[in-house]
């Protein structure tokens, strides 16, 4: 009989993080074709009508206020971590039901007090996205209700730098990976101005890289297995204008590799701006 690992509940956890853990941990094989499973609504619509205005073509800019990392290496071996910088996107809607974007976060590594240390985090994803009418806004009102649901396959990047200073040297190290990723998420207008979209997806970075470099030699690593897990977060949009909307974001991910567990909550908040589309595409 397979032993299956351990799950624990937290009451700080809400639904999406126990659903995103119990997949992650107990089936992480079929979560790709569950969640490509979920797109099928998204590829079976027909043509939608030529509109200039897209939810799905976009520009969008904000800060990073809080990014914290928790890693635990076993053995008793853990750090936690602080981060902020900035966050940028890119999405463009350019025929029927199909968009791409392009997405990245760059934040510094905060020095805790005392330590001679910084970093910088690096994170990237592009690819394409299809989408899918699930409601339509509510028979007596045109501003709300509308629900649409989105599949997005990605290729990921990640690239992790730090710095340690000591007395006599000082130790750099780099982290880089890259892979792919599937996303499954609701884009729901739930009030005349206000749209919520949660999301939950699978990320792999494939074996990771690891070089250590001090000012007289390095030494490079190379993991035997997949650095993957789960990312899924909630994001609210409010608009503005017709073309300007505020937001504001909240993204957990969970990654493991060789028995190490790498956690990474993040805040992002800024504004985005809806520009024309030149395609088949529907607002």
Known sequence: MRDHPRLVFRPDRTVIHVVGEFMHKFYPGALVPILILFSLPALAQPPVDVTANSRYTYAQAAYVPQQHFDTDLGNGISSHDEADGFAASLSYHFVNQAYVFARGDFTDLDSPRGVDSDGDYNAFSAGLGLRGPLADTRPDRDDYGKVDIYTEFSYEDLEVDGRLGFQND??????????????????????????????????????????????????????????????????????????????????????????????????????????????????
């Open 170 to 283: 000082t130790v750099k190290s780099n982290l880089d990976g890259s892979g792919y990723g599937v996303a499954v998420g609701l884009r729901w207008l739930a009030a005349k101005s206000v749209e919520l979209n949660p999301y939950v997806g699978y990320l792999n970075y494939g074996e990771p890289n690891v070089t250590l470099r001090t000012d007289n030699d390095s030494l490079r690593l190379s993991a035997d297995e997949d650095l993957d897990g789960v990312r899924y977060g909630l994001r609210a949009v409010v608009d503005v204008t017709a073309q300007l909307s505020a937001i504001v974001s909240y993204e957990r991910s969970d990654l493991e590799v060789g028995g190490a567990d790498y956690e990474s909550d993040t805040v992002r908040m800024g504004v985005r701006w809806y520009f024309p589309s030149r395609g088949l595409v529907a607002r």
